[in-house]
């Protein structure tokens, strides 16, 4: 089992709609959770950054961490055609806070 | 400069080639990450510097690879004798100090075809 679990889709999803992506992970050490999006061909880019449980919200994107249960969530409100890109789940533990594990990424696709 | 800038972006090598690839980090940050990214995969860690010092480098896969940093900023990452399972997009990524937990700033990448 991969330390940290995610759907590689495609997802797929006409515009407007809500969006949920999903990780679950096995170490129980992690602490630091983050969404990072990657379009083709460039490099990820930060979303949400969350330390340790709760819900944080920003503009039409809310991650939720929930520890209890090991998996993390983002949510996209009013999806738009230029949110079509691999959404990226990374975490990392107290002790190597500096060094992230990465899920396989979930590939977002929004028709107009 | 204004992002992270890596180079080559794409190089095809033959196998048992020795290869280097190189990483100009956002000015000012003083800490410097190595990722490998294989197709349909996430990024994995292969080696992190806290200035000219490598603080991690557990995730390099072998003695073939090795990164140096030398002035505590632009990286270069080495792979000796290449084979076909090493290519990947090799992703470097910065960030500010090693308290910026989780907010690297990643380039895009250089895509490395071994034949």
């Known amino acids: 089992q991969k330390e940290v679990e995610q759907d590689p889709g495609p997802l797929s999803v006409p515009e407007g709609a809500i969006v949920s992506l999903n990780c679950t992970y096995s170490?129980?050490?992690?602490?630091?959770f983050m969404w990072y999006r990657q379009y083709s061909r460039k490099g990820p880019e930060l979303l949400m950054y969350?330390?340790?449980?709760g819900n944080k919200e920003d503009g039409r994107f809310t991650a939720q961490v929930d520890k209890s249960s090991k998996y993390i969530s983002l949510f996209i409100r009013d999806s738009q055609p230029s949110d079509s890109a691999t959404y990226l789940c990374?975490?990392?533990?107290?002790?190597?806070?500096?060094?992230?594990?990465f899920g396989k990424g979930t590939m977002l696709l929004v028709s107009p | 400069g204004a992002g992270v800038s890596q180079t080559p972006s794409n190089k095809v090598t033959e196998k048992g080639k020795y290869v280097e690839l190189r990483c100009d980090p956002i000015?000012?940050?003083?800490?410097l990450y190595w990722y490998r990214q294989s197709l349909g995969q996430g990024p994995e860690f292969l080696i992190y510097?806290?200035?000219?010092?490598?603080?991690?480098d557990s995730g390099l896969p072998n003695d073939r690879f090795f990164a140096v940093r030398p002035e505590g900023s632009v990286s270069t990452l080495k792979i000796q004798r290449t084979e076909r399972g090493d290519s990947a997009v090799y992703l470097c990524?910065?960030?500010?100090?090693?308290?910026?937990?989780?907010?690297?700033?990643f380039g895009e990448g250089s895509r490395l075809t071994v034949l």
């Open positions: 990524a910065s960030s500010i100090d090693e308290e910026n937990t989780g907010e690297l700033f």
């Open positions: 170490n129980s050490a992690f602490q630091y």
């Open positions: 969350t330390y340790s449980s």
């Open positions: 990374a975490m990392s533990a107290k002790e190597r806070y500096s060094t992230l594990t």
């Open positions: 000015s000012g940050h003083t800490a």
């Open positions: 510097f806290q200035g000219t010092g490598a603080a991690d």
